[in-house]
């Protein structure tokens, strides 16, 4: 097959055709417009550039339609090639993104960081994190001062990813309906707390960093960081040069989940090579926010039985004289 022709092919099939034929479906909570997250049981497969490309967030692996046949069916490039081709005309059943109108602007990660407001008691970004996240004001106060938020659009929050010298490199989005990574971007970690850790809890979203660190307490000596979901390069880098820098005891705080359970590992032979103390820290729900917002429901209700044991009833207050 000549040149031309397989580059046809590369762009007449995507990488999710070919996932979906083999039997992942996609995660519909995990996944974005720019990054469509499949799973298969255990595997994950995350889907980008408009589907002609794809990577596993639990591995190096990553590539075009061709190299994701080879990965799947354990084929040559030839014999991928064959099978690719074989599936033109296929559709697969993606989810419609709703379009929220935004457009990145041409300019650097920073600038577009820096024109950004930072969220305020009040601000929708605030209400998201206090209201439907359920984070205490005081920690969100405090990861606002530490210059590690940012309001995004429609009432997002962006929490900044740092590299080792402290500049931004990136950060993650999250909102009532939106949640991505910043475009041009790249994930090192985000961090609160602790600038000299002698503890490193590592978490795979900000708003679970800071969702620990309010259940905790903001522990003192104790780093929250998150990798975004993603173990790049760059993250692993991070953590390396922390764990060499602090002697720190590295803590897997991942999600209660298959994913989270990979990465904990991941962290274990990271600590188990570093020679660093490693703890398993795993969320009693499916992760650290979950188990935040069923806190806050329960001190809720706990709150308005008290109130009602505490005032008179109805008949009682018509019978009290004026």
């Known amino acids: 097959m000549k040149r031309e022709e397989i580059e046809r092919l590369r762009e007449a099939v995507s990488c999710a055709a070919i996932l979906e034929q083999a039997g992942f479906a996609v995660d519909m909570k995990e996944s974005t417009r720019r990054a469509v997250k499949f799973r298969r049981g255990a595997e994950i497969i995350i889907v980008t550039h408009?589907?002609?490309?794809?990577?596993?967030?639990l591995s190096d692996a990553k590539g075009d339609v061709f190299s994701l046949v080879a990965t799947l069916e354990s084929v040559g490039f030839v014999e991928g090639v064959s099978r690719v081709a074989a599936l033109c005309g296929y559709s697969p059943s993606l989810p419609a993104w709703r379009d929220t109108g935004e457009r990145m602007p041409r300019a650097s990660v920073l600038d577009r960081w820096e024109q950004r407001k930072r969220p305020k008691p009040g601000s929708d970004t605030w209400r998201y994190l206090c209201w439907s996240r359920a984070l205490p004001g005081a920690v969100v106060r405090h990861a606002v001062q530490a210059g590690a938020l940012r309001e995004?659009?429609?009432?997002?929050?962006?929490?900044?990813?740092?590299?080792?010298?402290?500049?931004?490199?990136?950060?993650?989005?999250?909102?009532?309906?939106?949640?991505g990574f910043a475009s041009g971007g790249v994930k090192i970690l985000f961090r609160f707390g602790a600038?000299?850790?002698?503890?490193l809890c590592v978490t795979e979203a900000a708003i679970d960093a800071m969702s620990l660190a309010a259940i905790e307490g903001v522990c003192d000596g104790t780093l929250y960081v998150s990798t975004g979901g993603g173990w790049s390069p760059a993250t692993e880098a991070a953590l390396r040069q922390l764990l060499s820098d602090t002697g720190a005891q590295?803590?897997?705080?991942t999600d209660a989940n298959t994913q989270g359970e990979s990465f904990a590992d991941r962290l274990r032979a990271l600590s188990d090579e570093m020679s660093s103390d490693w703890l398993r820290l795993r969320p009693p729900a499916d992760d650290w926010n979950a188990v935040l917002q069923e806190?806050?429901?329960?001190?809720?209700?706990?709150e308005g039985g008290r109130r009602r044991a505490a005032s008179p009833s109805t008949a009682s207050r018509e019978a009290a004289p004026s």
């Not at 900044?160 to 402290?166: I, L, M, V």
């Not at 600038?195 to 503890?199: C, D, K, M, N, V």
């Not at 590295?250 to 705080?253: C, E, H, I, N, P």
């Open 50 to 57: 408009g589907g002609r490309g794809w990577f596993d967030p």
């Open 152 to 179: 995004g659009p429609f009432g997002s929050m962006w929490a900044a990813h740092r590299d080792k010298d402290g500049a931004v490199s990136g950060w993650e989005e999250r909102g009532p309906d939106w949640r």
């Open 195 to 199: 600038a000299a850790p002698i503890r």
């Open 250 to 253: 590295l803590v897997a705080a």
């Open 295 to 302: 806190r806050s429901e329960e001190n809720a209700k706990k």
